[in-house]
């Protein structure tokens, strides 16, 4: 079992900055890859980005390419997502994830194991 903790999130203004971590504890395997998801009201949930346990492989949902940045500490066990620019379409509960993959080929995608309970982030207009 892994258990992960995000924090990180709040209230910011439109083109404000946030950085998010997620802290993993508990029984692991030696490497794994991580990712980020958002669900707001109403929406399903969104893939945002995610990397691999080297990271040397990382992906970004176009709508958050050149405002995001994904990073991991494995000393730490914590992943990491910068966010720069804020709109207030980026409201929404973010969640970080054990994730495998990816998997396909137009149209990539991940099968997560683990999810943290989420942090909110609230960018106003």
């Known amino acids: 079992q892994v258990q992960l903790v995000e924090s990180g999130g709040g209230l910011v203004q439109a083109g404000g900055s946030l950085r998010l971590s997620c802290a993993a504890s508990?029984?692991?395997?030696?490497?794994?890859?991580m990712g980020w998801y958002r669900q707001a009201p109403g929406k399903e949930r969104e893939f945002v980005s995610a990397?691999?346990?080297?990271?040397?492989?990382?992906y970004y949902v176009d709508s958050v390419k050149g405002r995001f940045t994904i990073s991991r500490d494995n000393a730490k066990n914590t992943v990491y997502l910068q966010m720069n620019s804020l709109k207030p379409e980026d409201t929404a509960v973010y969640a970080c994830a054990v994730v495998r993959g990816p998997y396909g080929s137009a149209r990539i995608r991940f099968e997560c194991d683990y999810w943290g309970q989420g942090t909110q982030v609230t960018v106003s207009s």
């Open positions: 990397i691999s346990w080297t990271g040397n492989n990382i």
């Open positions: 508990g029984r692991t395997f030696s490497s794994y890859g």
